[in-house]
């Protein structure tokens, strides 16, 4: 990067937003395979790393950062949702993107929907009933056999009376 105090502010943040998200690529790409680290890490380091190297202030890297992380998770979410390429993200051709810029970005976004994927299995499995527990009132339904059971009120969570299952799902929630 060139010397910081003679370039443009706007310019600054603008490379400042591309080293970060090299930084976060490069942490990635040197992590071990089954090894994932938090983004957030890669984000903190990446953050301290254009800090260190005096391109930004703290402040500019906390911000610069957050519009990175923000586009990453925008991206990734788009991904899972569509299943579309990146470029249709873009919204247009990947040509007229730098190869670095795309393999960059494609990799820390690709980070980003495995992390998100997790977060989602988690918070699926977090929603999973099983007897023994206690419920509101309300519908659940039976994870094996789809067999209804019906809650007037708060109580606990019995098998299910067809199949003797322990693991049910809120009525109107996706089956697995």
Not at 31 to 60: C, H, M, Q, W
Not at 114 to 119: D, P
Request: with cysteine; charged share 35%.
């Amino acid at each position: 990067m060139t010397d910081p105090d003679n370039k443009n502010p706007l310019d600054r943040l603008t490379d400042a937003y591309e080293d970060i998200l090299e930084h976060v690529h490069d942490a990635i790409e040197s992590a071990k395979e089954n090894t994932i680290p938090g983004l957030k890490d890669y984000f903190d380091d990446a953050k301290e790393k254009v800090v260190e190297l005096g391109e930004l202030s703290r402040e500019e890297a906390d911000k610069v950062a957050g519009y990175v992380e923000r586009d990453v998770k925008d991206a990734a979410h788009y991904l899972i949702e569509t299943g579309e390429q990146l470029s249709e993200w873009w919204q247009f051709d990947v040509q007229q993107v730098e190869d670095r810029m795309i393999e960059m970005f494609s990799r820390v976004a690709d980070q980003t929907k495995l992390e998100l994927n997790k977060i989602a299995e988690r918070a699926k499995e977090a929603s999973r009933y099983h007897t023994g527990e206690v419920t509101g009132p309300g519908t659940l339904i039976c994870s094996t056999c789809g067999k209804e059971m019906h809650f007037k009120k708060t109580g606990h969570i019995p098998p299910c009376s067809g199949c003797h299952g322990t693991e049910f799902r809120r009525a109107g929630e996706n089956k697995d």
